[in-house]
C-alpha cells in the first residue's frame, strides 16, 4: 500500500524567507504525488501534483516540488513566505485500490507565517 | 473557475439520527469520492463512486453509510444513525478519469457534530 509520511507537524517561518515542508513517500510502484493545501474554514485546494513527467514541479502561488526517487521525497517549498501562506499542507499519494484512484493523505504540517 | 460545492456548510445532529450530506461535483466530471477528516487525524477515503455504483469502500464505511446519485448534478452520502464518532469534516471530491495520476477536486467540507 501507498503513504507518506510528514515529518513536521508544524513550521514557523518570517515572512520573506524560505519556506520547507518536508515529505517522504512509500510506493510499490512509480507513485502519482500531490501537495493540497486547507486554509482555515476552506476547502482542499491542489496546490500541484507529479505524475511521472518533470521531477521538478511548479505550482500555484510560487510553490514548487522536487520529486526525488533516491531519496523516496517529495518536498514543498517556497522562495519566499507570505503571510498568506499561513495554512495546513496535506502530501497525498495516489493509490491504485481495487476500484478506481483512492487519495493516501500524510498528516499534514501548519505554516506559521510570523511578520 | 467550476468548482464543487457542498451543504450544509455545519450540521448538528442527536445521536441515532440520520443525517443527508450533500456535494454538486464539477459538470463533467465521472467519477465521485467521500473523505472525512475527525479532528486532529488524517483525511481519510471513505468512498468511490463511478456510474452509479460503489467502487470501493474503507472498512469505515460500514452498512450505517451509503451513497447515492439521485440526479445529475448531486452526490449525497448519508449516514443512517449518527454515532458520537462519526464527528467529523466529511468532503466530497470529484475527477474526471478514476486514474491514478487523476486530479481530485474537493469541496469546502461538511462539518458534523454529533451530540
Known amino acids: 500500500a501507498q503513504s507518506v509520511t510528514q515529518l513536521d507537524s508544524h513550521v514557523s517561518v518570517s515572512e520573506g524567507t524560505p519556506v520547507l515542508l518536508r515529505c517522504n513517500y512509500s510506493?510499490?510502484?512509480?507513485?502519482?504525488l500531490f501537495w493540497y493545501v486547507q486554509h482555515p474554514n476552506k476547502g482542499l485546494q491542489l496546490l500541484l501534483k507529479y505524475t511521472s513527467a518533470a521531477t521538478l514541479v511548479k505550482g500555484i502561488n510560487g510553490f514548487e516540488a522536487e520529486f526525488k526517487k533516491s531519496e523516496t521525497s517529495f518536498h514543498l517549498t517556497k522562495p519566499s513566505a507570505h503571510m498568506s501562506d499561513a495554512a495546513e499542507y496535506f502530501c497525498v499519494v495516489s493509490d491504485r485500490g481495487t476500484g478506481f484512484q483512492k487519495l493516501v493523505f500524510g498528516t499534514g504540517t501548519r505554516l506559521l507565517v510570523s511578520p | 473557475e467550476p468548482e464543487v460545492t457542498q451543504t450544509p456548510s455545519h450540521q448538528v445532529t442527536q445521536m441515532g439520527q440520520e443525517v443527508i450530506l450533500r456535494c454538486v461535483p464539477i459538470?463533467?466530471?465521472?467519477?465521485f469520492y467521500w473523505y472525512r477528516q475527525i479532528l486532529g487525524q488524517k483525511v481519510e477515503f471513505l468512498v468511490s463512486?463511478?456510474?452509479?455504483?460503489?467502487?470501493?469502500k474503507s472498512e469505515i464505511f460500514d452498512d450505517q453509510f451509503s451513497v447515492e446519485r439521485p440526479d445529475g448534478s448531486n452526490f449525497t452520502l448519508k449516514i443512517r444513525s449518527t454515532k458520537l464518532e462519526d464527528s467529523a469534516m466529511y468532503f466530497c471530491?470529484?475527477?474526471?478519469?478514476?486514474?491514478?495520476?487523476?486530479?481530485?477536486?474537493f469541496g469546502p467540507g461538511t462539518r458534523l457534530t454529533v451530540l
Open positions: 459538470s463533467n466530471h465521472l467519477y
Open positions: 463512486f463511478y456510474n452509479n455504483e460503489i467502487s470501493e
Open positions: 510506493s510499490s510502484y512509480s507513485p502519482s
Open positions: 471530491a470529484s475527477g474526471t478519469s478514476g486514474s491514478v495520476s487523476d486530479t481530485q477536486y
